[in-house]
């Protein structure tokens, strides 16, 4: 079995593709002079169908019923008790962009409660599978451009 670190560089290394790809694609950010992804469009075109899917498929009950938290500048982590995940919007922020987020920053993997590395493995996993799911549908559902 590799190594959850591993994992979650493979997860990085396909985020960074997708993002990539979202950039090339015009999924631009309009609120911002560099280039960023949006994904908050990408998600909203995905829509309602693809959090049904990622449901239906159960390949991300964690991430959804559990949801990641944020590190605020406090260094409380935020919300107390996050709510489970109810759209794809939040499915992708909250969840998928977040975990990356979390693990770049050095916020996974770095101990503390006893179950907290193997929840950081789940997570991981897990926004890698939707991550996977949303790009596999995306290219399944948007239109091809013009040759």
């Given amino acids: 079995m590799p190594h959850p670190q591993d994992i979650a560089d493979e997860f990085v290394a396909e985020f960074r593709h997708a993002e990539y790809a979202l950039k090339r694609s015009g999924y631009l950010r309009e609120d911002k002079e560099n280039a ?20 239906a498929m159960g390949i991300a009950t964690s991430l959804i019923g559990h949801p990641p938290r944020r590190l605020l500048s406090t260094m409380l982590w935020s919300p107390e008790q996050p709510a489970p995940l109810t759209n794809v919007a939040q499915l992708i922020i909250n969840g998928v962009c977040r975990v990356r987020n979390s693990y770049i920053h050095g ?5 503390g409660p006893e179950p907290q ?31």
């Fill in 36 to 55: 960023e992804a949006d994904w908050d469009l990408f998600a909203k075109e995905l829509g309602q169908p693809f959090f049904d899917r990622i449901m």
């Fill in 117 to 147: 590395w193997e929840r950081d493995a789940t997570l991981v996993a897990e926004a890698r599978a939707v991550l996977r799911e949303a790009i596999s549908f995306a290219t399944t559902i948007f239109p091809k451009p013009a040759a």
């Fill in 107 to 111: 916020e996974k993997f770095t101990g």
